[in-house]
């Protein structure tokens, strides 16, 4: 297969595409889950530099995507009681699992500073997105 910086690479030429060029997606980053530990990896990212680059599963909206294996799509982010806050502008947020042999090994995360900023056609996209990487990992 092919490197992990081969890889990375790709990811974060995804990112940037989808956050220059969608108007709500203000920040967009892939979380991998670490092999052995059960914590998520910023592996790419496009917007905002975060401090948040290693989450424990199970914390925030990205831990609880991690133990579910569900997409999660937050309307409005102060509604959350288990919320990591990257920037104070966040009004929404997408997360969808990626999954390899049924496995999951990561997601996709988008901020929006637009309250409601994610609707089905943004799970189905963002599904695809996700397959089209966990193809060449
Ligand atoms: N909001 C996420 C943390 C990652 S930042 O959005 C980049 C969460 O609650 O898990």
Not at 85 to 112: H, L, R, T, W
């Amino acid at each position: 297969g092919s490197s992990n910086g081969t890889v990375k690479d790709k990811m974060q030429a995804v990112c940037e595409l989808l956050q220059i060029n969608l108007e709500t997606y203000d920040w967009v980053g892939f979380y991998m889950a670490h092999e052995s530990e059960p914590t998520l990896h910023l592996w790419a990212q496009a917007g905002e530099p975060t401090d948040h680059t290693v989450i424990p599963f199970g914390k925030g909206i990205c831990g609880q995507v991690a133990v579910s294996n569900q997409n999660f799509v937050v309307d409005d982010v102060t509604a959350q009681d288990n919320y990591i806050a990257c920037s104070i502008y966040v009004k929404s947020e997408v997360v969808i699992p990626m999954f390899k042999n049924g496995k999951n090994i990561g997601q996709i995360d988008i901020d929006s500073n637009t309250p409601k900023a994610f609707d089905e056609k943004d799970e189905r996209f963002l599904e695809w997105v996700n397959e089209q990487i966990a193809a060449i990992i």
